[in-house]
């Protein structure tokens, strides 16, 4: 029992860097609080003392707002962030690594008995306010965006947003653009998550097909340069270097001053 619970710690920590210290995670985090009750609840539930398990989970309601049947099916490394607004249905089965923001529903359309809740297997995350209605399941490592409503199926790896949810598929990219982006992102000193070729969002498509551009001018500068130097020209000295990473820790060090500022000010404190 010991061992998950430090796991379910290191998870918190694995998946909010807001999370400062052990004790401010056991004391101030209801959605550690709501699955712990939750497992209570559930060994209730499974040991046919059903009101008990009720009981438990309408206090943990109560304490948390977080509600979670107890029937429903929890695997390891569960995380729920804030938390407040959260309702899991009774047949929702939830596999491993799994997280979830405030205000998400994992809830049925029908009123008949059985499976009616949806099923999410290990590594998906739902976004704050998004809607997983019906007894479908979502895949591996799929993305729901915030506010989405789903109502059917979604396939591994996906990103779903939208009313009613739709599949957002990122631009097709080959294994030489994709090199060409890491070595280009890596030259800078930036992260490539912005140049991801997986990543649905338009900005960062934008900024991959930018990275793109910059490679080819850069190589066709270099060309155009070398043939004018071989015609006894002289062009193309010694072009300043961009030291992004300097600036980002710059960035980092006003960050941090930043925030000691506001925990000095901060009247919660």
């Known amino acids: 029992m010991f061992s998950r619970m430090r796991e379910d710690i290191r ?16 004391t101030c985090y209801p959605g550690l609080h709501a699955l712990w009750l939750h497992r209570l609840a559930n060994v209730f539930w499974r040991n046919h003392l059903k009101w008990l398990g009720r009981l438990v989970s309408a206090f943990s309601r109560w304490m948390t707002g977080i509600e979670i049947h107890p029937g429903a099916t929890i695997g390891r490394r569960f995380f729920i962030d804030h938390g407040m607004g959260i309702v899991i249905g009774e047949t929702a089965e939830i596999g491993d690594d799994v997280t979830l923001y405030h205000g998400v529903t994992l809830g049925g359309t029908s009123w008949d008995p059985g499976k009616r809740h949806p ?41 779903v947003v939208g009313i009613p949810g739709r599949i957002v598929k990122a631009q097709a ?26 990543n649905p969002d338009p900005v960062a498509q934008a900024i991959g097909q930018l990275v793109d551009h910059i490679h080819l001018m850069d190589a066709r500068v270099n060309d155009m340069c070398g043939a004018i130097n071989n015609l006894g020209g002289e062009v193309c000295g010694d072009i300043p270097e961009l030291d992004v990473i300097e ?19 901060d009247p919660s404190i």
């Open 11 to 26: 998870c918190v920590f694995g998946r909010d860097p807001a999370a400062r210290n052990t004790w401010e995670v056991l």
């Open 119 to 159: 099923t999410l297997e290990n590594g998906v995350v739902i976004g704050a306010g998004a809607k997983v209605l019906g007894p479908f399941t979502v895949r591996e490592n799929a993305r729901i965006g915030s506010n989405a409503v789903v109502v059917k199926e979604v396939p591994p790896g996906a990103t």
């Open 173 to 198: 990219t080959s294994d030489e653009q994709r090199k060409h982006r890491d070595a280009l992102a890596k030259k800078y000193g930036f992260n490539s998550y912005a140049v991801s070729p997986d």
């Open 247 to 265: 600036l980002a820790e710059a960035e980092k060090q006003a960050e941090r001053a930043r925030q000691r500022d506001q925990d000095a000010f």
